[in-house]
């Protein structure tokens, strides 16, 4: 099934659910799902390349763990463990010193929340979410196709004083720009990092040729999203392009 396919599934499951209420809920729902399972394949992938590698979740709470057996948890066992367990958790996780990958997490679940209320549809979802091998360059790809498409199925986008800029303006802007690793790069206003996921783009075509030009890309980034919604998907987006 196509990545494509996917997510347009899990909209429909999605729409039957009684407390999911609007585009913008469906994506905040999807988002932090979306993001766990990225996580998750991005450790399974660290695991493997790096020594003493520490995922910043707890296993019980990791996504193949609780969600990655189709025949997992489901129902109110699995509302039960994703309200009363998995969010407070991710919610607290302790802090430690700069660089910790916990921050990133806990910035992800602090004004998160779960909207499903039917345990089983919610496990559709992730048995969907579970068709995606986001360790496959291919299928990663694709998937930032699609999250444009949610973006744009933002019905108040615009409305809300919203505005997503389009790829071909931020491609030119960085084409302009020509940032290198070592640069510091700010977004004071990332939205959803489409800006920066482009600035990565250029810069490991252009500029990066060691894993010191890819260290030194990666501490030059900066960005402030205020918004909760846009902020998880500049995470996500993030995570996507492995930073």
Excluded at 44 to 61: A, G, N, Q, V
Excluded at 134 to 151: A, D, K, P, S, V
Aim: with cysteine.
């Amino acid at each position: 099934m196509s990545v494509r396919n996917t997510v347009k599934g899990i909209q429909q499951v999605m729409w039957k659910d009684a407390g999911v209420d609007g585009d913008a809920q469906r994506l905040s729902q999807l988002c932090w799902m979306l993001f766990l399972k990225i996580l998750d394949d991005q450790d399974r992938s660290l695991e493997i390349t790096e020594d003493d590698y520490k995922s910043p979740i707890p296993k019980r709470f990791q996504w193949r763990t609780w969600a990655a057996d189709p025949e997992g948890i489901t129902g109110d066992e699995l509302l039960e463990f994703v309200n009363s367990e998995l969010f407070p958790k991710l919610k607290s996780l302790p802090i430690g010193k700069a660089g910790d990958r916990r921050v990133v997490v806990r910035g992800v679940f602090e004004d998160a929340y779960n909207y499903m209320k039917s345990g089983q549809l919610m496990r559709q979802v992730i048995n969907k979410i579970n068709d995606i091998n986001f360790n496959n360059l291919t299928e990663r790809q694709h998937f930032g196709e699609i999250y444009e498409q949610l973006l744009n199925d933002l019905q108040s986008a615009g409305n809300a004083g919203e505005f997503y800029t389009p790829r071909a303006v931020t491609a030119f802007m960085v084409e302009r720009i020509d940032p290198k690793p070592g640069e510091v790069l700010l977004d004071p206003a990332c939205g959803t990092g489409g800006f920066l996921s482009c600035a990565i783009r250029h810069m490991r075509t252009q500029h990066v040729k060691t894993v010191k030009d890819a260290r030194r890309m990666e501490d030059g980034l900066r960005a402030v999203e205020k918004k909760q919604l846009p902020h998880m998907l500049c995470v996500t987006n993030m995570l996507l392009h492995n930073v």
